[in-house]
C-alpha cells in the first residue's frame, strides 16, 4: 500500500512548494519563455496569476517550470490517456484449416470465413493439414493455398508465403485495411442503419391508423343502419 502511493508521487512531476531548487528556467502559461529566476519569484508569479508552478523538466540545469493550472492538465492528460487506451487495437490471428483434397462446398464456406476475418481487420493463418500418403504431395497444398490468396486478393495480401511445417503447410494473409479502419466502418454502417430502423417504428403507428380510417366508414354507412332496422319486421 505504501509502496504504491509512495511509486505514484515519485512518477507526478513537482509543483509549488515541491521545487527545491534555487532558481528555475521559467515558462508562462502561454508557452512563452521568461527566463531564468529564483524559485521565490516564480512561486510569487504562479499566486499573483493563480496558477501552479510545475516542474516539467527536473533534469535541465536549471530545471524547467511552468507556469499552469495543474488540476486541468491532469485532468486533460486522463482524457488523452482514456482516449488511447479507446483506439488501441489489438491485432488478431484467425486460423482456418484446411485439407488438400476439400470438397469445393467446403472450400465456399472456408473461404467465406477468411473473407470475414479480413473485412474485419484480421489476419488470417491458413493451415493445410496431410495425412497418410498425402505427405509425398505437397504441391496439392501449395496449389490450394496459392488459389485461395487469388480469391481473397481484394481483401488480403499474403504475409507469410507458403512454407512446411512437419506435416502442415502454413501462410498468412493480412488484410488490406487497418484493423481501426475496419472498426471505424463497422461504427458508421451501425450508426447509419439505426436510423433507418427509427424510420420504420415510426411509420408503423401511421399504417395502422390509416387502415382503421379505411375500415371506420363500412361500419357506419347509413345503408346499413336501414336494412338491420327493417330485420325484425321481416321476422314478424
Known amino acids: 500500500m505504501n509502496f504504491r502511493q509512495r511509486s505514484t508521487n515519485i512518477s507526478e512531476p513537482r509543483i509549488n512548494d515541491r521545487i527545491r531548487v534555487p532558481e528555475v528556467r521559467l515558462v508562462g502559461p502561454n508557452g512563452e519563455q521568461v527566463g531564468i529566476v529564483r524559485v521565490e519569484d516564480a512561486l510569487r508569479l504562479a499566486a499573483e496569476?493563480?496558477?501552479d508552478l510545475v516542474e516539467v523538466a527536473p533534469m535541465a540545469?536549471?530545471?524547467?517550470?511552468k507556469l499552469m493550472d495543474f488540476g486541468k492538465f491532469k485532468y486533460e492528460a486522463a482524457l488523452k490517456a482514456r482516449e488511447a487506451r479507446k483506439n488501441q487495437v489489438n491485432t488478431v490471428i484467425k486460423e482456418i484449416k484446411l485439407r488438400p483434397k476439400i470438397d469445393p462446398h467446403d472450400y465456399g464456406t472456408k473461404k467465406g470465413h477468411v473473407e470475414r476475418f479480413l473485412k474485419?481487420?484480421?489476419?488470417?493463418?491458413?493451415?493445410i493439414m496431410f495425412r497418410g500418403r498425402e505427405q509425398s504431395r505437397p504441391e496439392l497444398?501449395?496449389?490450394?493455398?496459392?488459389?485461395l490468396a487469388e480469391d481473397v486478393l481484394e481483401l488480403g495480401t499474403v504475409e507469410s508465403a507458403p512454407k512446411q511445417?512437419?506435416?502442415?503447410?502454413i501462410m498468412v494473409l493480412a488484410p488490406t485495411k487497418k484493423k481501426s479502419e475496419a472498426m471505424a466502418e463497422q461504427r458508421r454502417a451501425r450508426t447509419s442503419s439505426e436510423p433507418a430502423a427509427g424510420a420504420e417504428q415510426s411509420a408503423a403507428p401511421e399504417q395502422v391508423e390509416a387502415q382503421a380510417t379505411e375500415q371506420s366508414p363500412?361500419?357506419?354507412?347509413?345503408?346499413?343502419?336501414?336494412?338491420a332496422a327493417e330485420a325484425p319486421a321481416?321476422?314478424?
Open 61 to 65: 540545469k536549471p530545471p524547467v517550470a
Open 120 to 127: 474485419g481487420g484480421d489476419k488470417v493463418k491458413v493451415t
Open 218 to 227: 363500412a361500419q357506419t354507412t347509413p345503408e346499413a343502419a336501414p336494412a
Open 141 to 147: 497444398g501449395f496449389r490450394l493455398l496459392q488459389r
Open 234 to 236: 321481416e321476422q314478424a
Open 165 to 169: 511445417d512437419g506435416r502442415n503447410m
Open 49 to 51: 496569476a493563480d496558477l
